[in-house]
């Protein structure tokens, strides 16, 4: 996509936010943007395709990045880990709007979107381990980011009900969920140094520490296992890379 067409997609965006409220994420809060900016119907339907679920993730995107930004702004805080990650959760709230969000969850709660909005919430907390420093290879780069989607997604929803002062009840909800994460990553530590719970368990230890991260030209198949080219299926033939 040219800068100019970006432009125009970001144009079309913030035309659309207005309209979301009243008739959400949706082909006629796109064809509104249209009327207001502009901009021809034939480029605002090439710039998002699908209408509104390509507005609202769009959306969803563009609040990633104000929450990188964030986040860069008090990386010489000297915070840890667990705060930082609870800081990033926090800032990516907060670059939100309940109402175009609440719209946004209602939307990916339809079967056909549902796979978007999981990606999307993927996506946000791989963001996030990236901007701390993350430098996992093996099966602890997906267990990070599984974690910290169910964190982030449970947050989510306890803050879009929340009506406490500057939502504090929804920060206090989600300092109760890192600090059961952090138990969580102790209990693994300790079997993982006892000789017996560590060989009780050594294969799916094994098994976990065996697992790649996805690489460059991966498939559908998330990651691969040693010996093995990415995408390619265990026992079978290679998978197609996704459209």
Request: charged share 20%; aromatic share 8%.
């Amino acid at each position: 996509m040219t800068d100019n067409s970006g432009t125009l997609a970001e144009k079309l965006l913030e035309a659309a936010l207005i309209h979301v409220p009243f008739d959400g994420w949706s082909q006629a809060t796109l064809a509104a943007a249209v009327t207001d900016t502009g901009i021809d119907p034939v480029l605002a339907r090439a710039l998002y395709p699908r209408g509104g679920i390509d507005l609202a993730l769009a959306y969803h995107r563009q609040g990633d990045a104000q929450m990188l930004a964030a986040l860069a702004e008090r990386a010489g805080d000297g915070i840890r880990l667990r705060d930082r990650v609870a800081l990033a959760v926090r800032l990516r709230l907060e670059a939100a709007d309940p109402e175009l969000v609440r719209r946004g969850t209602t939307l990916f709660a339809l079967p056909p979107y549902a796979p978007d909005g999981m990606r999307a919430v993927w996506n946000t907390a791989d963001a996030i381990w990236n901007a701390l420093g993350d430098t996992s290879e093996d099966g602890n780069w997906y267990s990070k980011r599984v974690i910290l989607s169910g964190v982030y997604s449970a947050t989510l929803l306890y803050w879009l009900g929340d009506s406490s002062p500057g939502h504090a009840a929804t920060w206090a909800f989600l300092d109760r969920r890192i600090d059961e994460v952090m138990q969580f990553e102790k209990v693994k530590a300790k079997v993982q140094q006892d000789p017996v719970l560590s060989r009780l368990f050594a294969l799916p230890i094994a098994a976990m520490g065996a697992i790649r991260k996805p690489g460059a030209g991966a498939g559908v198949l998330p990651g691969s296992w040693p010996g093995r080219s990415p995408g390619r299926a265990p026992g079978g033939s290679g998978v197609p890379p996704a459209g």
